[in-house]
């Protein structure tokens, strides 16, 4: 089945960046569509980024385009996802989650959870104003 881990979460003042990434065990990242997933507290999980396996397709929230870029990397001989949060916001601050989507054929429909199969535990992004 495989594991996702994000890394790269903390406190950020307002106006800073962020660079969260997505590392796989189990399975090759790169064979996959990647999505970036949100949830503040009391919220509903928004979708934030995705990328195709071959970074063909990138799509971006309206909450968050123009400040975010997602992309392709290896770290440490892993493969990764990364996602580069710039002009942060004190609404920005969630929970940041990676997911694995099921069939990389339903990129387009990126925001929907239930396109996903396998998800990270999150990594925790809060924005001081």
């Known amino acids: 089945q495989g594991q996702l881990v994000e890394s790269g979460g903390g406190l950020v003042q307002e106006g800073g960046s962020l660079r969260l990434s997505c590392a796989a065990s189990g399975f090759t990242l790169g064979e996959y569509a990647i999505g970036w997933f949100r949830q503040a507290p009391g919220k509903e999980r928004e979708g934030v980024s995705a990328i195709s396996y071959n970074s063909e397709y990138i799509f971006y929230g309206d909450s968050v385009k123009g400040r975010a870029t997602v992309s392709r990397g290896i770290a440490e001989n892993r493969y990764t996802v990364d996602l580069l949060l710039s002009d942060l916001k004190p609404e920005d601050t969630a929970t940041y989650y990676c997911?694995?989507?099921?069939?990389?054929?339903?990129?387009?429909?990126?925001?929907?959870?239930?396109?996903?199969?396998?998800w990270g535990r999150g990594a925790q992004v809060t924005v001081s104003s």
């Open positions: 997911a694995r989507m099921r069939d990389g054929r339903w990129i387009k429909h990126w925001k929907l959870t239930n396109k996903y199969n396998l």
